[in-house]
C-alpha cells in the first residue's frame, strides 16, 4: 500500500528510485512518480497507471540528479490520476513531498490554506503537507517538516525535499513504516526493506515520532517532538537481495508456492527434533501457557484464517478456550481481556494497522501479546512482548502462500508445546506429532509435484463459471477459507466458503446445475458427515472437486475431480490440503489473464485501517 523510495550519494538517482520503486510494486499502487533536485530546482515526473509508464516518461526526460524521491501510489483520497499521484509540491515547486498514510485532518489545513491563497493542484490529502512545509520554512528544511508534522492527525510517513537544500532529504514516521538504509557516501529511504536489498543491508528503522534527516555522508535521527538527537541502532538484515527475485518464475506466488518445502524446513530449524520441540530460541516458555485462561488471537485476511486454525488446535490440544477475531473488528469493540489472557497476533508484514491496534489494545488492557511475523524489525514484532518469527522468507506477492503456511506451522509448533508444556498430552502421542511434523516439508514437496498438472487441468474448466463454493468441517473449513480467498483475490472470482454443515440453512439455494463444489474432507473422524454433504450438493447438480486422503473413497459416484494427499495425521492434514487450492487459484488467474501478483485494488502491506 503506497511506497516511498528515496536517494542521495553520488550515482545517477534516477534508475536507482525506479528500482526501488519496481522493488516496492508488491505493496499494491496504481500510479508512481518521482521528484530530482537539480541546480536548485525540482524536477517532478508522475504518471497513472504502472510503473512502464513513468519508466517511459524518465527515459524521456534527461535530468541528471543524485538526489530524489518517489513514490508508488494506491488512491485513497481522489482518484488515480498523473494531478493526484506523488510527489506533490507548493505552488512554486520549493518543496516535494512523498506520502505514505492518511492525513485526517487535511480538509480543514486545507481550508485554511486556501483562505491564504494557495492554490491546489489534486484532490489529495497529501498536498496539504507541500503548503504547509513551504508557509513554515525559514531556511532549514527540518524544522519547517517538524512544524509541519505536528499539525498533522493520521497515519503517515513522509519524504522532503527542498530545492534550497541540496543533497538533503527530511523524512518523518507516524504510523506507517519507514526505514534508512546506510550506504558508503549514499543512503536510501524506504517503506520497506526488500527496496534497496541490492545495496545494503544495514538500516535504520524508524520508530513513531522520528524523523530523519538524511544526506550522503550522514544521517541523523531525531524525535519531531522534543526535536531532541535519538541514538539508533543499525539493524542488520539476513535476507539476500535474490530472494526477493523471482528467479526463472513467471510470477513470484509461482515461486512463493514451490518454496514452502523450504521455508516450513526454515521455521523449523532447530526448533524440533526427533523428540522435543524446542522454542528456546524465540524466547517463549513454559510461562506464557501457565498462567492463561483463554487466548484470543488477532489478524487480518489470510493471517486471520492461520488463526482459525490454532483455534482448533489450542482447543484439541491444549485445551484452552479461543478466540479468533478480525482485527478491524476486534479494536473497535470491547474485548473482555485480562492478564490472564494471551493474545496472539498474526502478520506477515507486521505492519497491518488495524492487527497492530489490536495488540497494543491488548497491552494497554494488560494481556500479554505474542506476535507470529515474517517481516523483521516491523512494528508488530517490535511492540509485542513475544515474537516468533515466520522465517518464510520475503513473501512479495500480494497473495499469501507461504507466510500462511509458516503461520500455520507455527501454530502447530507451539500448540503441541504448549500441550506438553500442560501435560495434556502422554509422550507417547507426543512422539507421533513429532514424526509427522518432520515429515511436512518433504510431504508438501510431494503434493505439489503431484497435483500441479491435475489442478491446471481443472483450473482451464474453472475459468468459465462465476461462482465457486468451498466447504468443508471443523480444520477443513479454515482451508476452504483460506482457499477461497486465495482464488477471489487473484482470479476475481466469485468464492464462497461455508462450514459443510451449513449449507442447508441457507447457502444451499444458490447451488445450481454445473456450479462447482470444492470440498476439502481431511477430517477422518467428519469424513461420512462431509460425504453426506458432498452428496446434498451433487444431487442439486454441483459438479465436485473432493480433496482427502490417497485410497480414501472407496466407491465414486459423486466425485468429479479427486486430488489425494499423502497420509498425515489429519490435524496437520491442512497444510496438504491448501496447496492444491493456491495452484488452483494461481492456475485459474493465470488462464484468466489476470495480474497475478499484484491483482487489481489490493496491497501487500495495509497500513491504512
Ligand atoms: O501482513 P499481514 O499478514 O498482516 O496481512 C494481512 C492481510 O492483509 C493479508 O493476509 C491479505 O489477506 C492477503 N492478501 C491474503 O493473501
Known sequence: MCGIVGYVGNKSAKPILLEGLKKLEYRGYDSAGIALQVDQA???????????????????????????????????????????????????????????????????????????????????????????????????????????????????????????????????????????????NENFLASDIPAFLNYTDQFYILEDGEMADIRKEEVKIYDYLTEKLVAKEIFEVNWDAEMAEKQGYQHFML????????????????????????????????????????????????????????????????????????????????????????????????????????????????????????????????????????????????????????????????????????????????????????????????????????????????????????????LDYTIALEGALKLKEISYLHAEAYPAGELKHGTLALVDEGIPVIAVATRKDLFDKSYSNIKEVKSRGAEILLITWEGYLQENDTVDHLVELPDINDLFAGLLAIIPLQLLSYYTALYLDCDIDQPRNLAKSVTVE
Not at 504518471?47 to 534527461?62: M, R, T, V, Y
Not at 507548493?90 to 491563497?117: C, M, P, R, T, W
Not at 490440544?317 to 493474545?343: F, G, H, N, W
Not at 491496534?357 to 501479546?369: M, N, P, S
Request: hydrophobic share 40%; proline share 2%; glycine share 6%.
Open 255 to 474: 515461486k512463493e508456492i514451490k518454496e514452502q518445502p523450504e521455508s516450513v524446513k526454515e521455521l523449523f530449524k532447530n526448533k524440533i527434533n526427533a523428540e522435543e520441540i524446542d522454542l528456546s530460541q524465540t524466547g517463549i516458555d513454559r510461562s506464557l501457557f501457565t498462567d492463561t485462561h483463554n487466548i484470543q488471537i488477532v489478524a487480518c485476511g489470510t493471517a486471520y484464517h492461520s488463526g482459525l486454525v490454532a483455534k482448533y488446535l489450542f482447543e484439541e490440544l491444549v485445551e484452552i478456550p479461543v478466540q479468533v477475531d478480525v482485527a478491524s473488528e476486534y479494536r473497535y469493540r470491547k474485548p473482555l481481556l485480562d492478564e490472564k489472557t494471551l493474545v496472539i497476533v498474526v502478520s506477515q508484514s507486521g505492519e497491518t494497522a488495524d492487527t497492530l491496534a489490536a495488540l497494543r489494545l491488548a497491552q494497554e488492557k494488560g494481556a500479554r501479546v505474542l506476535a507470529f511475523v515474517n517481516v523483521q524489525g516491523s512494528s508488530i514484532a517490535r511492540e509485542a512482548d513475544h515474537v516468533i518469527y515466520l522465517k518464510a522468507g520475503p513473501e512479495i506477492a500480494v497473495a499469501s502462500t507461504k507466510a500462511y503456511t509458516n503461520m500455520v506451522a507455527a501454530f502447530y509448533l507451539v500448540s503441541l508445546q504448549a500441550a506438553v508444556w500442560l501435560n495434556k498430552i502422554d509422550e507417547k502421542r507426543k512422539q507421533a506429532y513429532l514424526k509427522d511434523l518432520i515429515r511436512l516439508p518433504e510431504l508438501i514437496r510431494q503434493v505439489i509435484s503431484n497435483v500441479e498438472t491435475q489442478i491446471k487441468l481443472i483450473a482451464k474448466e474453472y475459468i468459465s463459471h462465476k461462482n465457486i463454493f468451498f466447504i468443508g468441517r471443523n
Open 42 to 184: 525540482l524536477d517532478v515526473i508522475k504518471k497513472q497507471g504502472k510503473l512502464e509508464k513513468l519508466e517511459k516518461a524518465l527515459h524521456n526526460n534527461k535530468v541528471e540528479s543524485k538526489i530524489g524521491i518517489g513514490h508508488t501510489r494506491w488512491a485513497t483520497h481522489g482518484k488515480p490520476t498523473d494531478e493526484n499521484s506523488h510527489p506533490h509540491y507548493d505552488a512554486d515547486y520549493n518543496f516535494a513531498v512523498v506520502h505514505n498514510g492518511i492525513i485526517e485532518n487535511y480538509q480543514s489545513i486545507k481550508e485554511e490554506l486556501l483562505a491564504e491563497g494557495k492554490v491546489f493542484t489534486s484532490e489529495t490529502d497529501t498536498e496539504v503537507i507541500a503548503h504547509l512545509v513551504d508557509k513554515y520554512y525559514k531556511g532549514d528544511l527540518s524544522e519547517a517538516v517538524s512544524r509541519t508534522v505536528k499539525r498533522l492527525e493520521g497515519s503517515f510517513a513522509i519524504a522532503v525535499i527542498s530545492k534550497n537544500e541540496e543533497g538533503r532529504i527530511v523524512a518523518v514516521r507516524k504510523d506507517s513504516p519507514l526505514i534508512v538504509g546506510l550506504g558508503q
